[in-house]
């Protein structure tokens, strides 16, 4: 029977009393019974809209039929035709603003939780159903792919399918890129990335990690070594800063550092060996979902007052909705209409504060958004021990520098000329972060699925 309820049923989570003191995932997923029953409120429309606003085309109405009549198994096969990375995907996709967004019966009430359900269903397949993926075949043609970040693995996975062997090149020493190092464990278990990784390898897909593409090999090298294309997906991991006096001072990260430090370096363990400031004040200056993951890491490591300090109101920030209410509940304080203008020395080269300025928002800008404009005498200060910059990353320079005729962009973007992320240098073909600038996971993931499609119909031509 169908369930005609206007309201989501709620995700069981992490009290956030509890929560705010430890790295466990705050969500704690839903029952059998509750997945069930919320599988029931779709409409199974026809024309699936929904499928429609999914950057890897999931047929979202057919896995979630197959959950709703209980065939579990049968839904993951209707996911993993379309993404490589379904448990990935159910946590930090924004399907409120893609999916979700479209659905027919968010017209009078709330949608269906299409992400809740993808996430479901792949937890529930990987702990009663999963087997080692079967290695495939391949046929004889190889690619290089530069990164096993979230576009790069997706690329990699759809061209092994095809027969492709696919070697990925990492910069780090773990591959999953933004996956491992920029995201927490309380939002994205690493363990589940790893096992979405290891599925991958089963498949035949090599990964070679402290790879630096540009340094230690370069992308001319891999096509003198036999490979007939290579995608490069390496991201957009160089942070930005405001150019503001006082950057350079003990106590300021950017958000990179500080996650990174935190989720790949694991600084929040006891016996770990990578330092980390246990800081007692600490300010992010941003709004997006970065933003929000360093401030809620810094609540978790101790800090007893954490603040966002964004330039724009409340309405305006970028990070997504369920972000933004986890730091509210968690107790961060959000400074918005507020903009930096100088961290203050103690004077011996720590952070003792930030002087700030009130700010009002004024006629919108080139991006729609009504451009923050400083208030008359309005400066003041926070007394701070700890400044995370978040406000933005651009692609490392390293492969454009050292890669001939590879058209890039005034913010060091590279050039693609169609969906396909086709490139100015034969056979090199780029998507993700490393095209876009920093944006979602699911749109890396999308980039990654048409540029393995576009790689395969090049090598067929070829030959």
Do not use: W
């Not at 903009?339 to 080139?366: A, T």
């Not at 001939?404 to 490139?423: M, Q």
């Amino acid at each position: 029977m169908a369930n005609m309820s206007n309201k989501k049923h709620p995700m069981p989570s992490q009290e956030p009393q509890v929560r705010k003191h430890n790295f466990k995932e705050v969500a704690t997923g839903y029952t059998y019974e509750m997945a069930i029953e919320e599988a029931k409120r779709c409409l199974n429309c026809k024309t699936k809209p929904c499928q429609s606003k999914c950057p890897v085309a999931i047929d979202i109405p057919a896995f979630i039929e197959k959950l709703a009549s209980e065939d579990i198994k049968g839904a993951y096969e209707v996911i993993s035709r379309s993404s490589a990375l379904a448990s990935v995907c159910g946590r930090v996709c924004p399907q409120e603003s893609q999916c979700e967004s479209a659905c027919v019966r968010g017209r009078q009430g709330e949608s269906v939780a299409i992400g809740r359900l993808e996430r479901f269903v792949a937890d529930y397949y990987r702990e009663h159903y999963d087997s080692p993926s079967e290695k495939i075949t391949t046929n004889g043609h190889r690619v290089a792919i530069i990164g096993a970040g979230p576009s790069g693995l997706t690329a990699a996975g759809d061209l092994a399918k095809l027969g492709y062997d696919v070697t990925v090149f990492e910069a780090l020493h773990t591959p999953g890129g933004v996956l491992v190092y920029g995201i927490p464990e309380f939002r994205l278990p690493k363990d589940i990335v790893q096992a979405e990784i290891s599925k991958l390898e089963q498949m035949g897909v090599k990964i070679l990690t402290n790879m630096v593409v540009g340094k230690i090999i370069t992308v001319d090298e891999l096509f003198e070594d036999g490979f007939e294309a290579v995608y490069i997906a390496s991201g957009a991991g160089l942070p930005r800063f405001m150019g503001i006096k006082g950057e350079e001072l003990n106590g300021v990260y950017s958000a990179n550092e500080y996650l990174t430090r935190i989720n790949l370096m694991k600084a929040y363990l006891p016996d770990s060996k990578t330092p980390i400031k246990k800081s007692k004040r600490v300010a992010v200056v941003g709004g997006g979902n970065v933003a929000m993951d360093a401030a809620r890491s810094a609540m978790r490591l101790g800090a007893e007052e954490v603040y966002i300090v964004y330039r724009r109101g409340l309405e305006e920030l970028p990070a997504r909705k369920e972000e933004i209410e986890h730091a509210q509940e968690e107790g961060v304080i959000f400074k918005t209409l507020t903009n930096p203008l100088e961290i203050l020395n103690d004077g011996n080269g720590n952070v003792r504060g930030i002087k700030c300025v009130q700010m009002e928002l004024g006629e919108p800008d080139e991006s729609g958004r009504r451009a923050p404009v400083e208030k008359k005498d309005s400066a003041f200060e926070i007394e701070l021990d700890t400044v995370i910059m978040s406000i933005g990353t651009s692609p490392n320079p390293l492969i454009r520098k050292t890669t001939p005729r590879l058209e890039t962009n005034k913010k060091g973007c590279i050039v693609t000329f169609d969906e396909s992320g086709k490139t100015s240098r034969e056979g090199v073909f780029a998507g993700g972060d490393a095209v876009t600038g920093a944006a979602t996971v699911i749109l890396a993931m999308g980039a990654g699925k048409s540029a393995a499609k576009a790689i395969d119909e090049y090598i067929k031509n070829k030959h």
